[in-house]
């Protein structure tokens, strides 16, 4: 039996140009300029002339492949979702104790109506988020745009995005600066991804009037400096970006408080959160395991993989628990029907694969701002 990690490859690398050639240049020559420089001024993009269409292009869940720094995932997703007329959400769970996001929203900033991006999480107890505007918007041709975000307050020579569509492929770059410590942004992330499926995103997008020229959030007074982060060293922020650090069982609910972040995960209609308990039995006390979320069962009635590859395909979510771990909290999660599978994974493949143990895929749904506890048990099915 292939490993999933081995279909999903296959299976992009039907619709993907060659794997190496040019993977980090994203652009397709439209790119602004994104030379080295020192901060520079932010002007952000009037979305009443050009820009709104963005929120539409972004929706829906994205599959491909992912660069980070040094690490290359050959599969990796992104759900995005409307959770309001405005605002569209995506979050990646990367561990029980850290998650990453970057949702898209219409606001007011410096007397432009545009949109902004939020980007950030919680990791080892350091709770993070910072704040993007839109600032570059170039259209290629009828089927092709390229957008950029760059930091609200210090510009793309702190750190800045850039995203470029064509038809249903999406080609997204992320480069930092360490919050402003490194003088020139470096790229930290590539990703390049299909957009696999629509009826999620439709949905929400039906049930929330989405998408709507209004703001979900009001920044017109901008952010106040003194909750700024400041780099160790410096005397004033150089970033919009809001920092607090708690101990490793810290909560993103707590933590959002503290640093001064003004929209925290209690401010999103909608969203809800999922803390799943998981039971194990001797044969699989110390494995790390995989905890997938997603819209197909990835396992058969009996609780062995499906021979059914296109369910690998609608994958959600898949944080990793290691070090005996048995609960592992899901927030921002989109209400709706989700399918939870556990995967013992015996092989160390960080995938399903031959000899690995899984639980029998569990449908569950969420409710809109719903916080939902399961119990997985039945850890037993040797594949």
Not at 153 to 164: I, T
Not at 271 to 286: E, F
């Amino acid at each position: 039996m292939k490993t999933l990690q081995t279909l999903i490859i296959c299976t992009l690398a039907g619709f993907f140009f060659s794997c190496e050639e040019g993977i980090r240049d994203i652009t397709g020559g439209a790119s602004s300029d994104n030379s080295p420089s020192p901060n520079t001024a932010v002007i952000p993009s009037d979305i009443n002339i050009d820009g709104f269409d963005f929120l539409d292009k972004m929706q829906g869940h994205w599959v491909g492949r992912n660069l980070v720094i040094a690490d290359d995932y050959p599969w990796f997703a992104f759900d995005y979702r409307a959770i309001s007329p405005s605002h569209i959400h995506g979050i990646h769970e990367n561990g029980t104790n850290g998650n990453l996001l970057t949702s898209f929203f219409v606001t007011d900033y410096k007397n432009t109506r545009t949109i902004m991006a939020r980007n950030g999480g919680l990791l080892n107890g350091i709770y993070r988020t910072s704040y993007f505007v839109m600032d570059s918007i170039r259209t290629i041709s009828n089927s092709e745009k390229y957008f950029r975000f760059v930091d609200a307050k210090g510009g793309k020579g702190v750190m800045f995005f850039e995203l470029r569509f064509k038809n249903d492929s999406l080609y997204f770059n992320a480069y930092t600066s360490r919050l402003g410590l490194n003088p020139i942004p470096s790229r930290h992330m590539t990703f390049r991804g299909k957009k696999r499926d629509l009826e999620l995103s439709q949905n929400a997008a039906s049930a929330t009037g989405f998408p709507q020229n209004v703001p979900a959030w009001d920044f017109s007074q901008g952010f106040r400096e003194d909750y700024l982060y400041i780099p160790s060293g410096k005397k004033n922020p150089r970033s919009a970006t809001f920092l607090a650090q708690g101990d490793p069982n810290s909560t993103v609910y707590d933590l959002a408080i503290t640093s001064g972040d003004p929209v925290g995960i209690s401010d999103h209609p909608r969203l809800g959160s999922l803390t799943l308990n998981i039971t194990r039995n001797a044969d699989v006390a110390n494995d790390v395991l995989l905890a997938y979320l997603s819209k197909k069962p990835l396992t058969d009635s009996n609780g062995f993989f499906t021979t059914d590859t296109d369910a690998y395909e609608t994958i959600l979510h898949f944080p990793t628990l290691s070090n005996g771990e048995n609960q592992f909290f899901y927030s921002y999660l989109h209400p709706g029907d989700y399918y939870v599978t556990i995967i013992a994974d015996k092989d160390k493949s960080f995938a399903p694969s031959t000899g690995d143990i899984s639980s029998i895929s569990k449908k569950i749904n969420i409710g809109i701002e719903e916080k939902k506890i399961v119990t997985i048990s039945g850890l037993n099915i040797q594949n």
